[in-house]
């Protein structure tokens, strides 16, 4: 059984960078999936943000994409969001999750508050 686990600040000021860690378990993030950041504004559906693959690529909603990077470190089967320069308009409700951008997210985190505020 796949579990993922956010992990971050749950208090962020604007224009700083919000960087939030999914640690993995019940399979390795080498495997043959694609695995997602996605998040979900108050009172707003889910938004896909992006993926990085079994592989290492990277691929980003094109929105976000000048503000946002993923990273993974393999030995702690581990991947990380990165956003850059966020605003009030970041605040969400963030998830880590197996799947691309179809919305095929079968195993998916329990999800962490993410407010940003000064």
């Known amino acids: 059984q796949v579990q993922l686990q956010e992990s971050g600040p749950g208090l962020v000021e604007p224009s700083q960078t919000l960087s939030l860690t999914c640690t993995v378990s019940?399979?390795?993030?080498?495997?043959?999936?694609?695995w997602t950041w996605i998040r979900q504004p108050p009172g707003k559906g889910l938004e896909w943000m992006g993926s990085?693959?079994?592989?290492?690529?990277?691929y980003y909603d094109p929105f976000l994409k000048s503000r946002t990077s993923i990273s993974r470190d393999t030995s702690k089967n581990q991947f990380t969001l990165h956003l850059a320069t966020v605003t009030p308009e970041d605040t969400a409700l963030y998830y880590c999750?197996?799947?691309?951008?179809?919305?095929?997210?079968?195993?998916r985190g329990q999800g962490t508050q993410v407010t940003v505020s000064s």
């Open positions: 999750a197996r799947g691309s951008h179809t919305g095929d997210w079968g195993y």
């Open positions: 990085i693959t079994w592989s290492g690529t990277t």
């Open positions: 019940g399979g390795s993030i080498t495997e043959s999936y694609y």
